[in-house]
C-alpha cells in the first residue's frame, strides 16, 4: 500500500461511520452497542481495537462516532433490534434505554439502491424502489450525495462507508469492470454492475474510505482499486472472518506445523438469519462458499486433500449459527484420527465488533494519508484484498507490527 | 542459550538415540516407525523435521539412527507391538517387516532404576529390582555405564537420550535439587530423587543431551540446569504437547486476538493407556494436570476465567484418547456463545514422530555447541523448559526462525 | 399400588399445589409458565399431560391450581425472575405481565426449615433460622399447619406437595426411619432426619400427596411409606429425570436391544445453577451421581461395562446445563465404535412442566384413591419410588397404559 | 401376514443363504464372521437372535449355515477382505485363519445380472456383462436355476436370499410392477425393471425367502408381494436400519413423549464406502435419503419440523461411516435446547450380524409357514415392508413379543 501526505482537517473530530443495510441485524448491533459503549452499560468485549496495543494507536473514541446508513426496507431499528431481543442477541434493557439513540439514527437513514435480486421484495421501501429505473450514474450520484449531506450536516472530520448488507447473486466478471475510465463509461450506458460496487464507487466518490464486510464484489473490482489509489483512499474487504472459518484458518496451520496429513475436512454452517435465507439460493452461495473453502485449501497446500464447505438454512436458530466440522487426519504410521468441533455463536454479535475495529482502522489509515487495499486488515477476512496468507495467527500478527509500528 | 564451540568427532556419522522406557507404547513406534521410513514403507507423516525449511538443516538422516535403551519391565518389543496392532495403531506387515530389527533393539535394551511407585509391579525385570537396595550414586554410575558401553560398542558419534517412561509420583522439591554441589553429595547420602532425574545426570555425565517429554522432573531441576551449562550439552522438556494441550495452545490465542472474554474453559480426557492407568492416580496426575491448565491460563490471562482439566481412565479406548472441550464465551453485547471439540488420536503415534524430532534437534543443537535449554523446541511441550509463550503459533514460529536461520 | 375408594369432596374444583423451594428456579418457572399458559401467552410445549391421551383423564385445568409454597431464603420471585430473563429462559414480556401473579404468590410463601448445611447461609429467611432450634416435631406441626391453612384460605379441593429444593448432603440410613412408629418416637426426641423427609411427613399429615423431584430421600423411606399407605395418600419420586439421564435411559436400550456391546460410558454434566454449587460439594454430589449411573448399569447388565458420571459446576452456565457424553462400544467382528452426543437444555425449563404433569397426575391418583407408590410415573425419574425398569420407553408405555386404562 | 401349514422337510438341518452381491463389504464380513463364529474365535457380538428370548426359539444354527451368492466383479474374498483389514475392521488373525473357507465360498459364487448403472464397469465380471443382451426371463431363469443348483449341491433344507448389493438408480413406477400377470408378461417383453426385483422374482420362484437389506425396490413391488403369497413364503426389507436412522428412530419418540417440539433435525452423513460413492450420484441418493427421513418426520408428526438428510461421499472413511445430527428443540416457555451427536462405526460390521438375524428369522418364519411381509422385522429396516410405526422400541418390542410367542 503506497502513503500519500496526511490531510487532517482542523476543527471536527468526529468520524461518520455510514452502514450500508442499517436496519440489518449487523447495523442494529453496531447501533445499539456504541448506544451501550457510550452509556458505559456494554463492556468492548470483542472490540480487538481496544485492547493494547491498539489503543496506543489513538483510535477514533465511541463517543465521536456518529452513524448514519443506507437501507431499502421500511421499518425501524426497534423493530429489528426487537427480534434481537427475542433471540437472545440484545437484552431489552439496552434497548429501552437506548432508544432515543436509536431514533436518531433512523431519521439519518437514507433509501438505497436496489440489488437485481432486491426487486419485487415485499418490504421494499418505495424510494429504493423507485430508483429501479435510474441509471448507474444517477444512482452513484446519488448516493455520494447522501453521503456529503451526512458529512456536512454532522460536520464530520471523515465518513467511512461499510457495506454490510445481503449477500448479492453471483456475477461473472465483465470487462467493464477491469479499468477505471470503462466503468465510468458504463456508469453513464446502462452496464451492469453489482450493487455494491455502486456502492464503493459512490464512497471513494465521496472521499469516504470503504470497508466491505459482505462477499459481495464492493472495491474488489480492479477499476475501483484504481479509482481508490488516484482518490488516495484507503479501503478492506472481503467478506468478514467471523466464525467457522476464523475456526478453520486458526486450525488448520496447526496441521501442518505438525505435518499431519488433512485426508478430509468437511464443514457444515446452518445459518437461520436472513443471511441463511439469501444462501439458501445456490447462486448466492457460491462467493460464501468459494471464501470459506479457499482458505483452508491454501493453508494446507495438498492437492489430494477431500474439502467441502455446505451452507443449510435452518429458520428456527434465527441469528445463532452453529458450525459442525470434522476433520479425518493421518499421522505417523499411517494412524487416521479425527478432530471435530461445533461452533455456535451469534452472527451479528461476531460481526458487529468488527465493523467498529474496521471503521476505527479506516479511519486512522486515512489520517495517515494510506492508500489502497489495507493489507494489515487480512485478519478480518474470508478473502483479504490485499491477499497474502490466509493463517489466522500470521495475519494477526501482521496487524500487532502495524500496531506496534503506530502506537505511540 | 549460551553458545559453545562445536566438537564433531571425526570418523562415525551415527546417532544413538537411547530411550528411557524402551518397551512402552511411545517407543515401540518409534522403533517400528523408524524401521518402516528406513524400508520407504512409510511415509514421514507427522515428522515436521522431514519438511521445508527443517529439511535444509541437514539433520541425520533415519538410516544413521542408532536405537538402544532402558527398561524395567520384561517382555519384548514383538509383545507391545502386538498391542499395538490389536489396537488399529500399527500395521501386522510393518510389525512383520521389522521383525529382525525389533530383535536387534531388544538385545540392546539394559535393565532400568525404579521410581518409588514402581517397586513390587508384577512384570518387573529382576535385574531393575535388584538395583532397587544401591545408592543413588550407584544408580547414576551404572546408567552412565551403559550409555557409554552403547556408544563404543556401536561407534556413534554421539548419543540422545529421549526420556519417554511412565508418569512419576508428584514429589515436593527437595533443597539439594537446587545446586550441583548439594545434589552430588545426596548422590552419595542416600536423599530423594525423582528418578527421571537420576536418568537426566547419568545422560549428561556421559555426554549426551537429555529430552524429556513426559512431565517428570527430569533435567528441570536447578541442579541438573546447572550441570548441563557446565558440560556444555542442550537439553528440553518437559511433557509434550500432542492432543489436547496442543489444540488448546492452538483455539485460545484466537479468542484473545479477538478480545472474546472465555468464560469457562472445561477439558475432559480420556486416556485408556499405561499412561491413563497411572493418571487415575491422583498423585501422579497432579503434575500433568498442571501442565495442560497452565498454558491455557497463561494465554487467556483473565483471573476470571473458569478452567478445568480432567483425566479420566477408560481402559477400552486403550491407547487411543480422546478429548472433550467445552469452551464457553461471551462476545460483543454480552452474547454468550460456544466452542467445543472432540479430538481423538493415538498417544503413541501423536508422541513417537515427536520424539524423532526432538531427538535430531538435540543432535543438531549439540553439533553446533548449543548449551542448555533449547529454548526453539518450546512448542513441541506443555511446559517448556526456557518458559516463554505458550502460544502453539508464536512456539512454532520461533522454530521456524532458528531453522531459517541454522538452514543452508 | 393398592386402591382405596375415592373421596371427592364436593364444592371447589381448585388444586393448590404447594411448592418446597418456592424461590427456586423451577418454582419461578412453574408461577410465570402458569401465568403465561392461563393467559394464552404460551403453548402447553414440554407438558405431557396436555397431549392425548392425557387429556383424556379430565387432569385438573391450569386455571384451577393455586400455588403456595415454603421457602428458606430472603427475596422475591421477580428476583428470581430477573435472573431467569437475564439468561434467556423467561422473557421480559412474560415476567412483566404476570407480575400481579407472582405478588400474590409470594404473599403466600411461609418460611420453611432448614437443612444441616443450610445452617449459616447468607441469604437466610430469619424466621426460618429461628426454627433451629424446634425439636422435630415442632417442625412438622408448623409445616402441616401451613398446608391446612392453604387450604383452608383458599377452598382448595387439595393440596399436592411438590419438593423442588436444594440438594442435601447424603446422610447414611437411621434405624428410626425404618418404621412408622419409630420414626414418630425420633420426631419426639431430637433423632436425625433429612428435611425433605419432614416435608414428607408434614404433607402426609396433612393428606397431601407428596412429589419428591430431587433426590433427597423424601417419602422415600420405609416410615413415610408406610405413612402414606396408612393415610391412604399416593406419592412419587425420586430424582427428575429431565436432561442426561434421560438421553441415557432412552439410548441404553438401543445398544442391548442391537446386542451392542457398551465398553465405555462416560457422562459428563456440567451445571451453572444453585444446584451445580450445591453438587459442587462431593457430599451432596454423591446420591445425584449415584441415581445417574445406577439406570445405566441396570439397563446394560452388564458387569464389565466401564461407566462414569461427572458433575462438574460451571457457574457461567448458569441454568444451562450442558452435558457430553461419549459411548464406546462393540459390534460383530471386535469392531470398536463410537457415539457421542452433547445436550444443552435449560435446567428449569426442563423441570417445570414435569413438576405441572407430576401435581396434576398425583391429583387425578388421589381422587381415584389410589395409594403408595406412583408406579405408572417411573418415566419421571431417576430414581422410582416403585423400582422397575429405567429403559424410558417401557417406563412411557407403561404410563400410556395407565392413561389409556382411566381415560374417558 | 398370514399363516400356512409348515412344510419341514427332513433329512438336512443346513440352510443355505444365499447373497446378492457376494464380495461387498456386508458378504465378507457375514462370510468371515460365520467362519469366526463357527470357530469359536468371535463373540456373536451385534447378533441379537443370539441372546434371550431368540434363543428359545432353536434358529438355525451358525454350523448349519452355508453361504453362496451372486456377485457382478470379478476378484475374490480375500481382496475385500485386505481392504477391511487395512481399515481395522477386519483382523488379520481372522482373515488368514478363515482363509480356506472363504475360498471355498468363492468357489460357489456365481455371475450375477447388471443393473443398468452397472453396465461399463471396469471390473465386471465378463459372464455378468455378457447376460446384458438377454431378455429379463432369460436373466430370472438363470438365476433361479443358480438358486436351486445350490440347495441341491449342498442338500439343503432351505434357501433364504440376502440382497446386499448396492444401492441403483432410482426409477419411477412402471404399470407392469403392480400386479403378477402384467409382471410376468413383461419379463418376456423387455419391459424394465430393477435388477433387485428381478432378483427378488427369481428367489420366490425358487421357493426362497428374499431379505433386502437395501433401498432398492427388490420384493417391495405389488407384483412381487403378490408372488410371495402366492408361493407361501415369507419376505421382509428395506433397507437395513444401522446407524444414524437407528438414533434417530430411538430419539425421536423421547422429543414426543416429553412434548418438546422439534424445530430443526438436520442429519450429516459421511461415508466412505462403494455405498457412499454411488451415493454421491444424486439419483441413487434419492431413495436412500427418503428412508432416512420419512421415519423421523413420521414420528415428530409436526409439519412445521424442520428436517433435512444430507449424504456425502468422504472417501478417506472407507467403511467407518460418520454422522453428525443437530437437533433444535423448543421446550416449556419457548426456551431453545439442543442435542447433538455424533456417531462413527463400521458400515458393514453393522449391517452384517443383522443380516444373519434377518436370515435366520425367514428361516425360522418359513419354517413355521408363515406368508408374506414380515411385519416383526420391522425394527431392523428403514422402510418396513409391512408399514407400522418407525419408533425402534415399539417395533423392538414387536418382535420381542414375536419371540415370546414362538419362543419354547
Not at 437484552?91 to 438505497?112: C, F, K, M
Request: some cysteine; proline content about 5%; hydrophobic content about 40%.
Amino acid at each position: 500500500m503506497a502513503h500519500a501526505t496526511p490531510s487532517n482537517p482542523q476543527g471536527s473530530k468526529r468520524l461518520g461511520l455510514w452502514l450500508v443495510g442499517a436496519r440489518g441485524s449487523i447495523s442494529t448491533c453496531v447501533a445499539y452497542g456504541l448506544a451501550g459503549l457510550r452509556a458505559g452499560a456494554l463492556e468492548p468485549t470483542g472490540i480487538a481495537t481496544e485492547r493494547d496495543p491498539f489503543r496506543r494507536l489513538g483510535l477514533r473514541a465511541f463517543e465521536d462516532i456518529v452513524l448514519g446508513g443506507h437501507e431499502i426496507s421500511l421499518g425501524d431499528l426497534s423493530r429489528s433490534a426487537g427480534d434481537l431481543v427475542r433471540h437472545g442477541v440484545l437484552t431489552q434493557d439496552l434497548v429501552t434505554s437506548a432508544s432515543s439513540e436509536a431514533a436518531a439514527l433512523d431519521a439519518r437513514i437514507r433509501p438505497g439502491v436496489l440489488d437485481v435480486a432486491d426487486v419485487g421484495r415485499a418490504d421494499l421501501d418505495p424510494r429504493s424502489a423507485s430508483l429501479g429505473g435510474a441509471s448507474p450514474r444517477e444512482k452513484t450520484d446519488r448516493l455520494t450525495e447522501d453521503l456529503r449531506a451526512f458529512r456536512e450536516e454532522h460536520d464530520l472530520e471523515r465518513v467511512v462507508v461499510a457495506y454490510v448488507a445481503s449477500v448479492e447473486p453471483w456475477m461473472d466478471e465483465r470487462p467493464h469492470w477491469n479499468e477505471l475510465a470503462a466503468f465510468e463509461r458504463a456508469l453513464e450506458s446502462e452496464g451492469e454492475f453489482p450493487a455494491s460496487s455502486l456502492y464503493a464507487y459512490a464512497a471513494f466518490q465521496a472521499g469516504a474510505p470503504f470497508v466491505n464486510f459482505t462477499p459481495n464484489r464492493g472495491s474488489s473490482l480492479p477499476a475501483l482499486r484504481e479509482l481508490a489509489r488516484a482518490r488516495r483512499l484507503p479501503h478492506c474487504g472481503n467478506d468478514g472472518k467471523t466464525g467457522e472459518t476464523l475456526l478453520k484458518t486458526t486450525l488448520a496451520p496447526m496441521f501442518t506445523a505438525r505435518a499431519l496429513r488433512v485426508l478430509s475436512w468437511q464443514g457444515y454452517n446452518l445459518l437461520g438469519n436472513k443471511d441463511g435465507e439469501s444462501l439458501s439460493d445456490p447462486v448466492r452461495a457460491q462467493s460464501k462458499r468459494r471464501n470459506k473453502d479457499a482458505p483452508l485449501r491454501s493453508i494446507l497446500d495438498d492437492e489430494t486433500a477431500h474439502t467441502r464447505v455446505e451452507i443449510d438454512y435452518v429458520p428456527s436458530l434465527h441469528d445463532w449459527k452453529t458450525a459442525w466440522d470434522f476433520v479425518h487426519f493421518e499421522g505417523f504410521l499411517g494412524a487416521r484420527m479425527s478432530l471435530q468441533f461445533t461452533w455456535a455463536g451469534s452472527d451479528s454479535a461476531l460481526a458487529a465488533p468488527l465493523v467498529l475495529d474496521l471503521a476505527r482502522l479506516a479511519d486512522f489509515a486515512a489520517a495517515r494519508g494510506e492508500v489502497g487495499e489495507m493489507e494489515h486488515t487480512a485478519c478480518y477476512f474470508k478473502a483479504p484484498l490485499a491477499g497474502g496468507t490466509h493463517d489466522f495467527h500470521r495475519q494477526f500478527a501482521r496487524l500487532l507490527d502495524y500496531a506496534e509500528q503506530h502506537g505511540s
